[in-house]
């Protein structure tokens, strides 16, 4: 029984080590009041000219996830056309073969999945409150997926506004 709660043990710390990463540094941005966490490995490049957001580029090169092609970006902007978060996520899935697509309008928030011209896995988040639009998106091999499932959910639930 006792080699059987330390097997058990022993796959839960591997499991977590890989899904559940360490922040580095929480992300706040000035000109539109949201922040995240931002998981260790991962770069900051500049913010955007006009303030709306950043790019994060995963610099993990070692080990069964390395994924230098793996990145986030986020962002807010205006809902200056007034869309509603059908039309948002509509809009939004132009141009892409859409994989997996979920709207709450309860909650105010759509997601979207689909694969990149490079075969990469790209996942958006956006979120609808008081008139503005605020995003994540995620680009990442598909080899990465286990890893970017974990940064996924810890980045999402991080993000305040």
């Known amino acids: 029984m006792r080699k059987l709660l330390c097997s058990i043990c022993a796959i ?8 559940a990463p360490v922040f580095a540094a929480r992300y706040e941005n000035a000109r539109f009041g949201y922040s995240l966490d931002v998981p260790e490995g991962f770069d900051w490049l500049p913010e955007s000219d006009n303030g709306d957001g950043r790019r994060f580029v995963c610099a993990l090169k070692a080990g069964e996830f390395s994924s230098p092609d793996g990145e986030f970006s986020v962002w807010a902007s205006y809902n200056v056309l007034d ?13 892409h073969r859409i994989a997996y697509r979920r709207v709450n309008a309860k909650e105010g928030w759509f997601v979207l999945s ?3 011209k490079k ?8 979120w609808l409150k008081d008139g503005t639009f605020y995003a994540v998106m995620f680009v990442y091999p598909k080899s990465s997926q286990k ?11 991080s993000f305040t506004f």
């Open 114 to 116: 689909w694969l990149d």
């Open 83 to 95: 869309h509603s978060l059908k039309e948002a996520a509509d809009f939004a899935a132009q141009g």
């Open 12 to 19: 839960f710390l591997i499991l977590f080590s890989f899904t």
């Open 147 to 157: 890893f970017f499932d974990g940064v996924i959910k810890s980045v999402t639930r």
């Open 119 to 126: 075969g990469r896995i790209v996942y958006r988040r956006d």
